[in-house]
Nanobody
Framework: QVQLTESGGGLVQPGGSLRLSCAAS????????AGWFRQAPGKEREGVSC????????YYVDSVKGRFTISRDNAKNTMYLQMNNLKPEDTAVYYC????????????????????WGQGTQVTVSS
């Protein structure tokens, strides 16, 4: 089972940028579809983005389209989430996860479809 570790979170002002990283060990990240999820206090875990293994097809929740970009570097066994023009409503703990599938399913935004999870990294957007 893939072991995942997120990094890159922090405090940023509205309009700022952060890049999250998800490093995989004990497995190959590129064998799996992988996603980013977030959970704000008192809210359910929300799918942010997914990237397929085979062709790199990407998917985004509407609220981050045009602002966030998911990518992967197979040589480094690492996935990224570039977040630009951050808003206070982006504040949450961000998690990366891999699924037991190579392509992002149509319901990729449902967290229960994913099997391996990192420990999360806090992103706070505030002035």
């Amino acid at each position: 089972q893939v072991q995942l570790t997120e990094s890159g979170g922090g405090l940023v002002q509205p309009g700022g940028s952060l890049r999250l990283s998800c490093a995989a060990s004990e497995g190959h990240l590129d064998y799996h579809a992988a996603g980013w999820f977030r959970q704000a206090p008192g809210k359910e875990r929300e799918g942010v983005s997914c990237i397929s293994s085979f062709d790199g097809t990407t998917y985004y929740v509407d609220s981050v389209k045009g602002r966030f970009t998911i990518s992967r570097d197979n040589a480094k066994n690492t996935m990224y989430l570039q977040m630009n023009n951050l808003k206070p409503e982006d504040t949450a703990v961000y998690y990366c996860a891999t699924g037991p599938f190579g392509r992002c399913p149509s319901d990729w935004n449902n967290y229960y479809r994913f099997r391996s999870w990192g420990q999360g990294t806090q992103v706070t957007v505030s002035s």
